[in-house]
């Protein structure tokens, strides 16, 4: 079945190489599943080679533990090693049919490197932002064919959440729409095709949960009281180690969307954004498990 407001398939263009613009946790990881599931190279880019090289050490890692679990054989790892790329020069995008950002989640960021990227191009190549609540068509702005533009919205873990937002602005073309579907299905996600509103749809419902989580806390309810209150919703992971994973930073900037857009409906939280700073919620051994509040 279509999912609703999908185009036809036929219109979806052939991906034969992947660009990736950010090289952090968010990137790689689905730096690691387009290679895996489209089998074809994958070049990353980062600000510096530090950055890049961190995120092709954890592609490797990842790689080397799917060896190591049996899931893919040594011929695979070989190959999928192979395949992925880092570079620090944008030249090297110039075959790419798909780039796909995760940069800092800050408007201007995103069009500045999109409008960077776009110089090294083909005009056909179609854009993606894994951004998490930023309006995807002002992201385009800068772009001269914004119309290739959407919104390829990723969960934390990448390699186990089956969701992805495809998000639609009002310019992009039923093409890039339609590759944007079909890439998510040889990604084997599940897609749905979200509006271009703060928030999209899924986080729309975390920044509930979590903002009245962290309300709770503001309030003086204990960590360890909200987690318990939590409970009978059978979350996978408990409101604040779910913070964690996302990263403080992140959730932070989606409680502040989403309170900026909504103010009469979400919680900004200024003590998220303090914790946010200092950099982190809970005390964590030396193997990073965490220990308590
Ligand atoms: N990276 C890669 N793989 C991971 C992983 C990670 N960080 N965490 C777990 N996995 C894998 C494990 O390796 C395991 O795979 P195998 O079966 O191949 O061994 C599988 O996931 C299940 O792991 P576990 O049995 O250890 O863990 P679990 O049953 O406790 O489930 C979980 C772990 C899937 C992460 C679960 O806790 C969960 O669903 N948590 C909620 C996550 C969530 O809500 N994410 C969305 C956040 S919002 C966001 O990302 C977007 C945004 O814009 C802010």
């Not at 599943?33 to 980062?46: C, E, G, K, S, Y």
């Amino acid at each position: 079945k279509r999912p609703a407001g999908a185009p036809d398939k036929e219109l979806a263009q052939k991906v034969t190489q992947v660009g990736v613009i950010g090289a952090g946790l968010m990137a790689s990881q689905f730096a690691l599943l387009f290679v895996r599931r489209l089998q074809v190279p994958v070049v990353i880019t980062d600000l510096d080679q530090s950055r890049v090289d961190k995120g092709l050490a954890y592609i490797h890692g990842e790689i080397a533990e799917l060896l190591a679990k049996g899931r893919i054989d040594s011929d695979e790892a070989n190959r999928l090693t192979a395949l992925v790329t880092g570079t620090t020069d944008k030249a090297d995008f110039a075959d790419c049919d798909w780039v796909i950002e995760a940069v800092f989640e800050e408007l201007g960021v995103k069009q500045d490197v999109f409008a960077d990227v776009e110089q090294y191009i083909s005009p056909e190549a179609i854009l993606a932002t894994n951004t998490s609540s930023l309006s995807v068509e002002q992201i385009g702005a800068k772009l001269k064919n914004p119309e290739r533009l959407v919104g390829f919205h990723f969960f934390n873990p990448v390699a186990v959440m089956p969701l992805i937002e495809v998000v639609r602005t009002s310019k992009t073309t039923d093409a890039a729409l339609s590759t944007a579907m079909v890439t998510a299905a040889k990604l084997r996600k599940n897609a749905i095709i979200t509006r271009d509103t703060p928030g999209f749809v899924v986080n729309r419902v975390l920044a509930k949960v979590l903002g009245e989580a962290m309300h709770g806390v503001e309030q003086g309810m204990s960590f360890e009281d909200v987690v318990e209150a939590a409970r009978p919703f059978g979350l996978p992971m408990d409101p604040f180690v779910l913070l964690d994973l996302v990263g403080l930073k992140v959730g932070a900037h989606v409680l502040d969307t989403h309170h900026s857009a909504f103010p009469e409906r979400f919680f900004d939280s200024p003590a998220l954004h303090e914790l946010a700073e200092y950099g982190a919620i809970f005390e964590k051994d030396s193997a990073g498990k965490i220990k308590g509040y």
